[in-house]
Nanobody, 126 residues
C-alpha cells in the first residue's frame, strides 16, 4: 500500500510562485509514475502535470504549460510541482497521484490512478 502526503500549499498573491511536494512511502518509488491534479470549488478534478516512472519528458495540461514544472527525486521518494506566475484561477486543492509503471500520458487520465494523497490547498488572491 502506497501512502502519499502533499505539502507546500498556502495563501499567495497573484504573480507569486509556489513549490508543492509529495512524499511517497510503502512502495518502490522509482517504479511509479507520478502526477499532480487539482480540484477547484464546484469543479471536477483536473489533470495538471505528470512524469513517468522512468523519468523522461513530463506532460502538462495546456492551462499550465510554461508556468509549471514537475520533477521527481527518487533518492528522496518525492515528486515536486513548481508553479510560477500564479493566477486566481489556480486556486484549488492540489492532489498527488501514483500508478505502478505509469507513463506520463497515461498518468494524465484521472481514472487511471491507483493511489491518491489527501491534497494541499493553494489559494491565490488578486
Amino acid at each position: 500500500q502506497v501512502s502519499l502526503v502533499e505539502s507546500g500549499g498556502g495563501l499567495v498573491q497573484a504573480g507569486d510562485s509556489l513549490r508543492l511536494s509529495c512524499a511517497a512511502s510503502g512502495g518502490t518509488f522509482s517504479r511509479y509514475g507520478m502526477g499532480w491534479f487539482r480540484q477547484a470549488p464546484g469543479k471536477e478534478r483536473e489533470f495538471v502535470a505528470a512524469i513517468s516512472w522512468s523519468g523522461g519528458t513530463p506532460y502538462y495540461a495546456d492551462s499550465v504549460k510554461g508556468r509549471v514544472t514537475i520533477s521527481r527525486d527518487n533518492a528522496k521518494n518525492t515528486v515536486n510541482l513548481e508553479m510560477n506566475s500564479l493566477k486566481p484561477e489556480d486556486t484549488a486543492v492540489y492532489y498527488c497521484a501514483a500508478k505502478l509503471w505509469g507513463t506520463a500520458q497515461v498518468m494524465s487520465v484521472l481514472t487511471s490512478q491507483k493511489y491518491w494523497g489527501q491534497g494541499t490547498q493553494v489559494t491565490v488572491s488578486s
